[in-house]
């Protein structure tokens, strides 16, 4: 098992594991990062917690992603949650685009993904899950950053990219956190204070455009305008401000569950070459981060694990071929997490974060 999946953990949620386990009813929060085609590789592991882990929930639980994380979590809400997934995993697999696609065909395309995942009442399931409780997270475009033009957003990503070396909270002049949250929950997520935050609840109307936004990468995709029930303005990628998340889910006791890409975590899509910018260790002390062995991810072809890159590197049938043995892999990382919390091996194998 430790061959395949790693298993680290703050230190409150560290210590607890040890003792009891990670029973389900333990976690109140799971967490889905940006990151494009990387999510190939939790797919598998996205399926055993579908269907094995959190298959007899109660209790909710609150789901909170950007980009492609929210996109995989708008299937773990819905009714058949497999079958979404299972639409979700091969429409994107499958989307063809040109040699050279503009931001109008990306953006397209990724719509009618979207709106396959969903089917016809994929929105309605979504709103009126109580128990899976679906949030997400979008950035609303400030300044240059709203322009459609390419030269004025690159501008203004540049400017936000160099304020952000000084400091994260310069982002707040370039963008504001949109919290899109669950109709029936109070947005229970806290500790956003680093960077101007505006909550709106999610609805049948809104949340297509609301996963389209969290998704709408800056310079790849058109931005999503005046989203129903949010204020008018431009929204971007939830990545731009939380691309693997910096901020306290505090919960009573309940941990926060991280399936992940990487043993590491980059706040904001402006600190990835950032080596030095971390979460804040008083953020991670109840989270639980499930990531790919570095041995695993050495055996998959090429040595890596999908990304944004694939889609020029390779040819549409060399990429497809590729990503189909990832998600292939990727079963054994969700059968080695099923197998060590069953077995109660998990209160050996677990790391500290």
């Not at 909710?60 to 299937?75: D, E, H, I, M």
């Not at 309605?124 to 390419?150: D, W």
């Not at 899509?269 to 950032?274: A, E, V, Y």
């Amino acid at each position: 098992m430790s061959n395949v999946l790693e298993i680290r953990a703050g230190s409150r949620a560290l210590a607890r594991i040890r003792e009891e386990g990670l029973p389900q009813d333990s976690i109140d929060v799971m967490l889905g990062a940006s990151g494009g085609p990387k999510w190939f590789v939790l797919s598998g592991l996205d399926k055993l917690l579908i269907s094995e882990y959190f298959n007899d929930r109660e209790q909710p639980l609150n789901l909170l992603g950007t980009s492609a994380g929210a996109w995989r979590f708008s299937c773990y809400a819905q009714k058949n949650a497999l079958e979404a997934h299972h639409r979700f995993e091969q429409g994107y697999l499958l989307t063809e685009y040109s040699a050279e696609p503009d931001v109008e065909e990306v953006s397209r395309k990724c719509r009618i993904l979207v709106q396959d995942m969903l089917g016809e009442s994929g929105a309605n399931e979504i709103v009126s899950n109580s128990i899976m409780r679906f949030n997400l997270i979008a950035a609303k475009s400030k300044g240059l950053t709203r322009s459609e033009k390419s030269w004025k957003q690159m501008a203004g990503l540049g400017l936000a990219a160099t304020g952000n070396l000084i400091s994260r909270k310069t982002l707040g002049a370039f963008f504001t956190r949109m919290l899109f949250h669950h109709p029936t929950a109070s947005a229970p997520f806290y500790g956003m204070d680093n960077l101007p935050t505006e909550k709106v609840p999610l609805s049948e109307a809104n949340i297509l455009d609301a996963i389209m936004a969290s998704g709408s990468i800056p310079l790849v995709m058109e931005g999503v305008h005046d989203i129903e029930g949010a204020p008018k303005g431009v929204y971007r990628d939830g990545g731009v401000t939380d691309y693997h998340f910096d901020m306290d889910f505090p919960q009573g006791d309940g941990l926060t569950l991280y399936p992940h890409f990487y043993n590491r975590m980059v706040p904001g899509w402006f600190d990835k070459s950032l080596k030095w910018r971390k979460p804040s260790v008083k953020h991670c002390d109840q989270l639980v981060l499930l990531s790919p062995s570095e041995s695993f991810v050495s055996q998959l072809p090429f040595g890596k694990i999908p990304d944004r890159t694939d889609f020029k590197s390779f040819s549409f049938d060399e990429r497809v071929k590729y990503w189909k043995q990832v998600i292939d892999e990727s079963t054994r990382l969700g059968e080695a997490f099923l197998e060590a919390v069953t077995t109660e091996k998990i209160r050996q194998l677990v790391k500290p974060l």
